[in-house]
């Protein structure tokens, strides 16, 4: 039973489109007028968003359109919009799918959701406010997900008496912005959402403009003719089929070109080549399948196939490596490091990845490039990544369904970015796990930061465990796993069996030396503040660890100083002999010889000391 | 009118289905909600579909409320002798013993105990990780703002103003222990295709949705089904026979039927083309409260 299902045979297509742009340019007010001018409404909604206007809204018995699309309580109660909101109509020509994105900066993620699927993009933008830093960062966004068709709606024309001179002033500074963007066949549009100019039919106030309506444009925009197509079999296997007669199948989705009975297909990234012996969808077989159709393969020979494997007619625009440059938005909380290690789900693979590289951050102010070490959620950027095994990548521009993927954190398992593959590097660098053992360079891989002892050694008062404090949260704020180890936490537990005879004070430091040692191995940095008096146990704590590992810090105050102080009383009672041994009145302070820093906490402020040690340690840090 | 809409349908079908294999290829101990309504039935074939010749490999989940309409319960007999599906039935025992039914109680009652909560208690029970449900976006407007792909909470809560990112077609399907996802492979199709695809592929669904002369009586200006004897009549309510059939259904005391003489689909779909209202203006449980269903889905609703 063979059955010929051909996809292109009807006129009657489908376009998926979003709207977007900043907040309050109207993006919602604009959808729901058209929806309800064109009767798209039915009676039962229509009740309900008056109902819904009256309740949110001070202007009695005027209808507010944004509740069409803005259906959840927050988003009414807020009057913004939270999340995509999806809405399908259709006419005697077209069906359409429509994505209303939020604006706020803050949901970026929800509209590039919105987004990654969409034909084409309607950038709204209010003329009297102009260009915006959203309208910029959704143009760039559209730029990077490659929607191959843009209208920049320029609405509330109504507000500046529907001026054909500041339309085009905007539509001028527009192009500027284009300039360093990568978009094509874009559209201009006046507008007023609220008063329904150009929106179903044109308007009478703005004769000046020539073009379609919102409408007509929408029905009119010819998507055929941009589908660039390559004839290139890409099938991804999503599932392998085991049949009653232990036969196997192989299921997925057409990504582009087509397959035939009989044809020879390549299995990436094995490299083995094999006969299709049949094509099926449901009960038909097939000779031929088509790009988007969901079916199941099987082949001559029994071969070795897993989820993930790609069935291809061509390896041109194919390469098996590890490594690679992608374009990135990043949508977590949690910031971006260099050197930490994701789930990375590309096709039907899920492989784990590490960030190698930020290359570039793209600032959505100015569109240009700049420096970065870590990635803020909704930042932009350029990394290398590495996979911790080869597998076949296709770039992004070549075929949007296998060149893109996201990155997937291990522990909460949130989505953390969306990466467009932007360049494949064929040379593969190998810095996975090249022996099974977990050590302090893979635990700081993970970490994406080194792990070093910070030792602060001085008298008592003179500041090191405010110092160790404060750098502590700065450090901490950059996301860089911390501990402190000080009198405090050490000589009320692990320590409380000693005294402070000289004998007592060494063992004291040798176990918080080698305690130190434990922690930084497991990877932790590690800021010890001990007053360590004799050079000899600096020494040996020094000698514990690699070199550059063990960093001292010399918190430089004279005697005469904290003495002056005073906080805790310890010097009045030690020169009334309360104490015994105490360091500077009748034990010795051995002043360091060569510590990597000195501070003096008596000559300058303690944020400034702070800020000192962060800007010389932090770069010692990077992996 | 058949062949124009060919290709689209074709589409959707695709899409389903590569939703549908995605979730088995990830999922441990996936399940169907079957509610035995159109959208259900359409959902099941899909799957059929999507796993042919082998046998739909997870069972079909249906949350019994006993106050389904007797047409339903014979058509789901029918259909589980049909394609030989590994059907569970869940009632909520409780509610049943208290004697929660749609007549004395609050709809929002009703339903809380004898869905949502019976739903919550079935997922519970066998620790389901991938629930598919037939939910449409176009039928609602807090649905027509969900993932394709919603995560649940450990109370099989929805939090609409923290989804998670849905890129392209690439499903990030990891989730953390007491997280549930919920998953909806026709979130893009509208009524209409439903109808169109029950045409062309002749699928099996329940007679209520065809017109015929039925018992009904007038309640608050909806049209209700006498479908058994736990319907009491009020003392100005009697019965009257209409040519009637349901666009949606649910719990029969909760479910209104339109006038209407469409008795076969193509005739259904003329109908739709023309209604002025939507489908889910016969949903009584939908305007309870306003926002009703987001709130519902908050709850643990599907």
Redesign the interface.
Known sequence: MNKK?N????????LKFITCGSVDDGKSTLLGRMLYEKKFI????LS?IK??SN?YSSHNNNIDYSY??D????E?EQKIT???????F?TENR?F?LADTPGHEQYT??M??GA??AELAIILLDVKKGIKEQTKRHSLICSLLNIPNILLAVNKMDLIGYSKKRYENIIEQYKRVLKKLDLSNISYMPLSALNGDNIVKNSKKMPWYKGPCLFDFLEKIDLQSQIKTSNNFYFPV??V?T??NNKRKY???VKSGTVREGEVLEILPSGVFNTVKKIS???NNLKLANK???ISISFKKETDIS?GDILTSSKKLITVTDRFIAKIIW?DKVSAFIGRIY?L??G?SIVTAQIVKIINKINTKSLSFEKANTLKMNDIAIIEVTLEKKIPLVKFKDN??LG???L?DKI????LA?GMLENIIKVSKNVFYSDSKITQKRRNILNGHKSKVIWFTGLSGAGKSTLAKGLENKLYKKGIRTYILDGDNLRTGINSDLGFSEEARVENIRRAAEISKLMVESGIVVLAAFISPYQAERNLARNLFKKGDFIEVFVKASLEYVEKRDVKGLYARARKGEIKNFTGIDSPYEIPSKPEFIINTDKEKIETSINNIYKALIFKLEI | MR??????L??L???S??II??T??EAKNPVMLYSLGKDSSVLLHLAI??????KVPFPVLHIDTNWKFSEMYKFRNFIKKKFNLELLVYKNIKGITKNINPFDYASDIYTDVMKTQALREALDKYKFDFSFGGAR??E???R??E?VFSVRNNKHSWD??D????????Y?L???DNQSFRVFPL??W?E?DIWQYILREKIDIVKLYFSKKRPVVIRNDKIILIDDNRIKLKDNEKILYKNVRFRTLGCYPLSSGIISNANTVKKIINEIKL????E??GRLIDHDQ??SM??KKLQGYF
Not at chain 1, 71 to 74: A, E, H, I
Not at chain 1, 82 to 88: L, S
Not at chain 2, 275 to 278: A, D, M, P, R
Request: charged letters at 30%.
């Open positions: 299902i996809f292109n045979q009807t006129k009657k297509d489908i039915f009676l039962d909604q309900e109902n819904a309740k069409l699309l259906g959840l309580l927050s009414r939270i999340d995509v909101a999806y809405r399908y259709e069906k799918i993620r929800n590039v959701t990654s699927n999503q599932l089929q049949l009653k299921l997925g989705t969808m449901y009960k988007n159709m969901s989820r949508m789930n789900k590309i039907h949007k369904d893109s993927f996201i997937i909460t398992n949130n989505t969306a | 062949k124009e809409n060919q290709a689209y074709d589409s079908e695709a899409e289905i590569y294999r995605e088995i290829a579909k999507a796993f042919y010749p082998n976006r176009d609602e407007k807090s027509a703002k993932r609409p103003k989804q998670r990112p849905e890129l392209w077609n690439l990030n990891q989730i953390k979130s893009n509208t209409i209604s002025e209202n939507s889910r203006a306003s926002s987001e709130i």
